[in-house]
């Protein structure tokens, strides 16, 4: 009997194994004899600090990636700038096809979030990559590299700024284009490779790129590796990303600190101020109170309503893996939450707490405002229903420090200062493009891979429709638990490994 | 005309400064040749960092204390521990007065509240005292120390942790002993000199040192020297202050950070719960809506009323310094509002803010919560009606960090840490001994004096009359714009000035 059962075993492991395409094998192989090497190639890119203001560490970050190019015999290499050099430039390399009709250019980006290096755990720094046998949540503990003759295991995780987003994204991209040349393959494609060095400082000179390199940059579509895979661990294909402008908001208080006691509420207290604003924003059901918010919203196709009804529920497992119990719209799933506008406290601080914190009453208060936009909203729009809205309360809305004229004719003041943003966007599941996008993908696994109309990260991916006209199909690879924006960033190998097949695939569907 | 009128102006100074008696005017010449030693004395104290928790820097403190008395001809110089000997000790010394058959002892603290430096204004340090040519608020520089030949404006002020809050009275009451002995004068009352080194700590070892030394400690009076004169700058006497208690309260969302993108709007955001908990403690008028925040309250005797009612009102005055023209409580005056239990948020804190802000949903959000409070407040009492008031709004209350358990069974988790505290005290102001003390203050100034009949700060004056059952009032000398508790804590010299006499005044009372 157990014999049997063996038997059925081994026979279902072999159906498995079936189901994923020779060429996904190959690149396997391939990959594991390379590990050790591929490891060592991508930690030393980690341990290059790459925010996007700090220029000569960018500029590093770009020579690293041009080198990473050149040894795999990529060609046409050179940094795109926009118009100011200080900006960091998109690292940009080329494979022309002899025949090819089509281009498919890659995108990833090399910068990083900004970073606290005082927020890491113990032991981990931002831009020291460091190796845990798993994840830091589930007590995982810092071990050493391995040395060539160790198995690598593909629960490791690298805990590092970009170790999932995005340098990860730059890593598979340029390794699935070594393994497939290395086996001998021959796409049918164009390939263009372009990683962006502005991301998560907002892309605010994409778009100068994007123009001055237009000829360059032509394409039949661009797909954009940046984001985590669904938290079920199966291949995410994302056909649009939501939009993203920012608020920061700061009420005003008396002009020096004072004593809480000697003028404890009789003085306004900005905390206090800014903590009845907050709350005036989102009802007890996390419904966004700001008029009009949910206005300009497009609704979903029939096709992209089917494949979000087809998108496997992880929210009880997230929320088992997260540590709460109710969502903040209570009743909503994650998938039509990531649907919808919305606006998020990413931070919020007046005055100092714990140890720090003394008898007083703070002059300012301040949060960090989110705006995450859907198809048909417009980012400036959002931003000024906003300000509509805190000036319903009652706010005097500026843009500088009050005077002390504003001061003595306003009881509450509100700075509001706006950040530049992008708008939504959505490619359609039907192109004919994205029908061998998808098919590609699915080759490299025998789960269903999941079809999401919009991811609920941002990237600026209507500057690419709006500049070259392009078409733009998302493809992430990190782990859903990757701390993606925050401390202890990190990947695990197994989807560093994946998204390499992944990018394999796609350089040779039909 | 004009010849007249400066005649005019020339008499009534005359009769102005014979309304200050002879005695004060014989002080303030003894203290305006020793100016330069005296400030050269006050900086080098300053200089000394003065955190309660700092062992070593309060040993020299307490050293410079000792040494300070000593040359002054004081005797019996001790430290007085409480039970732990890392505890700040209290600094003792006295001057016992053959057939003296009252005794008072001088009271000040030698510790200062938390610093953050990167607060204070560019040039200045908490522990590297800074003088400048007047307040910064009002663009004063930064100038050198004079040197002995030149004149010190009384309006320049030293910058530094301490200078007015509470070093300004250990400076003032040793000073103003050796100008009454200097001038050859014979007090008819024992002196005691206390001067406590954990008072912005909290006090948490008052009681044990009182304790332990009550026999020393036996007195007539206790006249406690902290906080600032009236905002009009008049002199004050405070017959009580509030009682004060802490609560740090942390709610919780998700147990890493999650990207606000990719989960904003699904995952709880614990700094729109902290918004909304903390919002629902005040309603939009003020008022503290936690049930039976105001029960309890001892009503102001006849006496008391009539001295709030003489207050001058600092308010307008206040406002226009401040920088703003509308109270927490429309309508209620200072004087009215600091005679009321309150809680006040002294600071908030849920991830970063400005440059760095990242796009994540937080994992927690914390408030500091002070609780002033009035005669008949009990803090324990206080501190579990604010606990009942979170249960109120749906959290689960607990003292320490959530566990995957209590997680997994509660939709919201609020931690509260309790701190020590203490009640607020009143001494009568019908009291033979506090009427002579009016007097004796009176002598000193041509204004009326103001009489509170209780200081919206705290100070731990339960413990005296708890352990000693002694009788306290207060006598502040600090300028009431001294950023007492925050940055650029600063004393206008003088105050320091004005202090001597006042204490060199109550030294001689009948």
Chains 1, 2 share one sequence.
């Not at 996007?52 to 990473?68: F, L, S």
């Not at 990529?74 to 998109?90: C, R, V, W």
Request: hydrophobic share 40%; with cysteine; glycine share 6%.
């Amino acid at each position: 009997m157990q014999k049997m059962f063996c038997w059925i075993l081994l026979l279902l492991s072999v159906v498995q194994t079936n189901a994923q395409s020779d060429f996904t094998n190959q690149i396997r192989t391939y990959r594991e004899k390379q590990s050790h090497v591929l490891l060592q190639e991508y930690v030393s890119f980690l341990a290059i600090p790459n925010l996007a203001a700090d220029t000569i560490n960018m500029q590093k970050n770009a020579a690293y990636i041009q080198n990473m190019m050149a040894k795999r015999g990529i060609q046409n290499i050179q940094l795109l700038f926009p118009t100011s050099p200080k900006i960091p430039p998109a690292v940009y390399g080329e494979v022309l096809v002899p025949n090819a009709t089509k281009t498919i250019i890659f995108y990833a980006h090399y910068d990083g979030q900004p970073v606290d290096s005082t927020k890491w755990s113990k032991g981990l720094h931002p831009f020291k990559p460091t190796l845990l046998n798993g994840s830091l949540e589930k007590n995982a503990t810092i071990i050493n590299w391995p040395n060539e003759f160790e198995q690598i295991n593909p629960e490791w995780r690298i805990y590092g700024r970009g170790a999932s987003d995005d340098k990860a994204g730059v890593m598979a991209i340029l390794t699935a284009y070594q393994a497939l040349i290395a086996n001998g393959h021959h796409p049918a494609f164009n390939f263009k490779f372009f990683f962006e060095g502005e991301e998560e400082a907002g892309s605010d000179h994409l778009h100068e790129i994007l123009e001055k390199y237009a000829p360059l940059l032509q394409s039949d579509l661009w797909v954009i590796c940046d984001g985590p895979v669904h938290q079920t661990g199966k291949k995410i294909l994302v056909f649009g990303a939501r939009g993203d402008a920012h608020v920061e908001l700061t009420v005003y208080g008396s002009k020096r600190p004072l004593h809480s006691g000697h003028y404890g509420n009789w003085a306004p207290n900005p905390a206090l101020l800014l903590a009845k604003l907050l709350s005036s924003m989102k009802s007890d059901e996390g419904k966004v109170l700001v008029k009009g918010f949910y206005d300009d919203v497009k609704p979903l196709t029939e096709r992209e309503k089917k494949a979000v009804a087809a998108i496997p529920s992880p929210d009880q497992q997230m929320k088992t893996e997260l540590g709460f119990i109710s969502e903040e719209m209570p009743g909503k799933s994650l998938a039509e939450s990531i649907l919808l506008p919305t606006l998020n406290i990413n931070g919020m601080q007046s005055a100092n707490v714990g140890k720090l914190s003394s008898n007083i009453i703070p002059t300012i208060a301040i949060a960090s405002l989110d705006l995450r936009l859907v198809p048909g909203n417009d980012y400036k729009k959002q931003q000024e229903k906003l300000i509509q809205h805190v000036k319903s309360q009652g706010y005097y809305v500026i843009t500088k420090e009050p005077t002390d004229q504003e001061r003595a004719e306003h009881p509450k003041i509100a700075k509001m200062v706006l950040s530049d943003g992008y708008n939504a966007q959505r490619t359609s599941m039907e192109l004919p493009i994205a029908q061998n996008l998808i098919q590609a993908i699915q080759s490299t696994t025998n789960d269903q891979i999941v079809l999401m109309p919009s991811m609920g990260g941002s990237l600026p991916l209507y500057v690419f429709e709006k500049y070259l006209k392009a078409t733009t199909i998302t493809v992430p690879i990190a782990n859903h638990d990757n701390n993606q924006h925050a401390e202890n960033e990190n990947i695990r190998l197994q989807n560093l490994w994946n998204g390499i097949e992944t990018f394999a695939a796609i350089m040779m569907m039909k």
